[in-house]
């Protein structure tokens, strides 16, 4: 990953209804979720979820298939495991100190 990326990432992580939302869809797994059971689920206004959506999105952190009539959004968790491998990569400038440098998810 590069640095743009991450900030990037952080950025977008770094507001409580974007973390909430993106942490919904990463416990929701590969079923994902669609707008309207999220905005249910997080008590948020459609509208509203939409905007966060779209900033996950433009960071890379969600992706979104259409099912028929749905939308259906997915945490993207092979750019989250890249994101938690740089920020933890030359942990402790390589010593074994018990951080893992990048998680594999069962997914």
């Known amino acids: 990953m590069e640095d743009s990326d991450v900030v990037k990432a952080l ?5 409580e209804h974007r973390l909430r939302a993106f942490r919904a869809l990463v416990v929701a ?7 309207g059971a999220m905005a249910e689920q ?17 960071a890379g952190l969600v992706s979104s298939t259409r099912d028929g009539r749905n ?15 740089f920020l933890t990569a030359n942990c402790c400038q390589g010593a074994a100190c ?10």
């Open 71 to 85: 939308l259906i959004y997915r945490a993207g968790f092979d750019r989250m495991a890249a994101l938690l491998g």
């Open 29 to 35: 797994g590969d079923a994902g979720l669609t707008p």
């Open 11 to 15: 950025a977008a992580l770094a507001q």
């Open 42 to 58: 997080l008590g948020l206004p459609a509208n509203t979820l939409s905007f966060h959506l779209k900033e996950l999105m433009h």
């Open 98 to 107: 018990g951080v893992p440098s990048a998680p594999s998810c069962a997914c």
